[in-house]
T-cell receptor, first 110, second 114 residues
Framework: EDKVVQSPLSLVVHEGDTVTLNCSYE??????LLWYKQEKKAPTFLFMLTSSGIEKKSGRLSSILDKKELFSILNITATQTGDSAIYLC??????????FGEGTQLTVNP | DSGVTQTPKHLITATGQRVTLRCSPR?????VYWYQQSLDQGLQFLIQYYNGEERAKGNILERFSAQQFPDLHSELNLSSLELGDSALYFCASSVNGAMGYGYTFGSGTRLTVV
């Protein structure tokens, strides 16, 4: 059975801190790994990673995939209160479904 | 607005009842996915439809069923509801369902079974 594990499950930091969120996976037929941000309702797409070692970057957020060690990290630098959300990692495998991890609840305090 | 429309936004119903959740995918998207998000289980894949046909099935209970209509909207039917069915139900859509290019999620339907 495909499995995605995120850590930590929750994290509280102060504005300006840098955070690293972890995602490890055990799946058959890996195709890509995706990161989502979930605030109040719908998860919103952040990154899709398919190739190992290539960093994806968007503003203060960046992510990288290690296909040999089967994990990904999501970095957020200079955190702001608006970064408070649940960050979801998901792996796309054959059969077109996404298997999600439990998510990391990030709280950024002023 | 993501372009994926789910109705209703909130639903409160009693145990044993049946409800229907509706999803209209983003314009041009042929594939619809249903996910359940409970407090203790994260996002769980239920079922996928592509252009009217069932494409993949996840951990969907026998009491639940879904379909996708010719106009591509989809409905998720939940019957004989139990307290444990209380959750956020998300619909997502994608263009072809085969490449996983970051689904677009709807805002969800929050179901409360009392």
């Amino acid at each position: 059975e495909d499995k995605v594990v995120q850590s930590p499950l929750s994290l509280v930091v102060h504005e300006g801190d840098t955070v690293t969120l972890n995602c490890s996976y055990e799946v058959t037929n890996f195709r890509s790994l995706l990161w989502y941000k979930q605030e109040k309702k719908a998860p919103t797409f952040l990154f899709m990673l398919t190739s190992s070692g290539i960093e994806k970057k968007s503003g203060r957020l960046s992510s990288i995939l290690d296909k040999k060690e089967l994990f990904s990290i999501l970095n957020i630098t200079a955190t702001q209160t608006g970064d408070s959300a649940i960050y979801l990692c998901a792996v796309y495998t054959s059969g077109s479904r996404l298997t999600f991890g439990e998510g990391t609840q990030l709280t950024v305090n002023p | 607005d993501s372009g994926v429309t789910q109705t209703p936004k909130h639903l409160i119903t009693a145990t044993g009842q049946r409800v229907t959740l509706r999803c209209s995918p983003r314009s041009g998207d042929l594939s619809v996915y249903w996910y359940q998000q409970s407090l203790d289980q994260g996002l769980q894949f239920l079922i996928q439809y592509y252009n009217g046909e069932e494409r993949a099935k996840g951990n969907i209970l026998e009491r639940f069923s879904a379909q996708q209509f010719p106009d591509l909207h989809s409905e998720l039917n939940l019957s004989s509801l139990e307290l444990g069915d209380s959750a956020l139900y998300f619909c997502a859509s994608s263009v072809n369902g085969a490449m996983g290019y970051g689904y677009t999620f709807g805002s969800g339907t929050r179901l409360t079974v009392v």
